[in-house]
């Protein structure tokens, strides 16, 4: 069962351009909504997260969009820069301790 | 800055092995977790550990796996006969609380079983 789902598999985005990475999930309990950034070889970092009480989070040139009727949240990377290429994952949890991973995002930031 | 690490960075090991992975936690953290992520695919839960046992589970984490804390530092995954499937690369994490706060993952121990 795949409770959080996430594309697209890869993206590519020139320089200075918006990344945006979509998640929906299933489960109405989920009420926290963390997006997670790997780099190779690395484990991953916590970039940014969302409560279901907001429906919009920002941190410098990153945002989380969070629809909770559709059930769908998402990342946008505003300005991309090589630097962000990486790959990034959502997640969903319920107990705030276990978390439900998307399939992950490898981002490709073009010079 | 304080991380977590994990050793070894690679282990291989034959079908049917034990194999135990080490973790070292960030140190004032008291919540620790395993995940594991096969190639190519999501992160997985495992496991999560407070106050010396197990907190949360997943159906992944059936009776060849245990995890310890066998000192004020350390904190262990045992997979106790390796199989196949079990090749993917483990990540330890911890938090200073439970509940949303933010979840500190090591670099990961790839385990290869052939």
């Given at each position: 069962q795949?409770?959080?789902k996430q594309s697209p598999q890869s993206l590519i985005v020139q320089k200075g351009g918006i990344s945006i990475i979509n998640c929906a999930y299933e489960n109405t309990a989920f009420d926290y909504f963390p997006w997670y950034q790997q780099f190779p070889g690395k484990g991953p970092a916590l970039l940014i997260a969302i409560r279901?009480?907001?429906?919009?989070?920002?941190?410098?040139?990153?945002?989380?969009?969070?629809?909770?009727?559709?059930?769908?949240?998402s990342l946008h990377i505003m300005d991309s820069q090589p630097g962000d290429s990486a790959t990034y994952f959502c997640a969903a949890s319920d107990t705030g301790n276990q978390f439900y991973f998307g399939t992950g995002t490898s981002l490709t930031v073009i010079p | 800055e304080p991380e977590v690490t994990q050793t070894?960075?690679?282990?291989?090991?034959?079908?049917g092995q034990e194999v135990i992975l080490r973790c070292v936690p960030?140190?004032?953290?008291?919540?620790?977790?395993?995940?594991r992520q096969i190639l190519g695919q999501k992160v997985e839960f495992l496991v999560s550990f407070y106050n010396n046992e197990i907190s949360?589970?997943?159906e992944i984490f059936d009776d060849q796996f245990s995890v310890e804390r066998p000192d004020g530092s350390n904190f262990t995954l045992k997979i106790r006969s390796t199989?196949?499937?079990?090749?993917?690369?483990?990540?330890?994490?911890s938090s200073v609380a439970s509940s949303y706060n933010e979840q500190f993952f090591g670099p990961g121990t790839r385990l290869t079983v052939l």
């Amino acid at each position: 069962q795949q409770q959080v789902k996430q594309s697209p598999q890869s993206l590519i985005v020139q320089k200075g351009g918006i990344s945006i990475i979509n998640c929906a999930y299933e489960n109405t309990a989920f009420d926290y909504f963390p997006w997670y950034q790997q780099f190779p070889g690395k484990g991953p970092a916590l970039l940014i997260a969302i409560r279901p009480d907001v429906s919009e989070k920002k941190e410098g040139r990153f945002t989380i969009s969070f629809n909770k009727s559709a059930k769908q949240f998402s990342l946008h990377i505003m300005d991309s820069q090589p630097g962000d290429s990486a790959t990034y994952f959502c997640a969903a949890s319920d107990t705030g301790n276990q978390f439900y991973f998307g399939t992950g995002t490898s981002l490709t930031v073009i010079p | 800055e304080p991380e977590v690490t994990q050793t070894p960075s690679h282990q291989v090991t034959q079908m049917g092995q034990e194999v135990i992975l080490r973790c070292v936690p960030i140190s004032n953290h008291l919540y620790f977790y395993w995940y594991r992520q096969i190639l190519g695919q999501k992160v997985e839960f495992l496991v999560s550990f407070y106050n010396n046992e197990i907190s949360e589970k997943s159906e992944i984490f059936d009776d060849q796996f245990s995890v310890e804390r066998p000192d004020g530092s350390n904190f262990t995954l045992k997979i106790r006969s390796t199989k196949l499937e079990d090749s993917a690369m483990y990540f330890c994490a911890s938090s200073v609380a439970s509940s949303y706060n933010e979840q500190f993952f090591g670099p990961g121990t790839r385990l290869t079983v052939l």
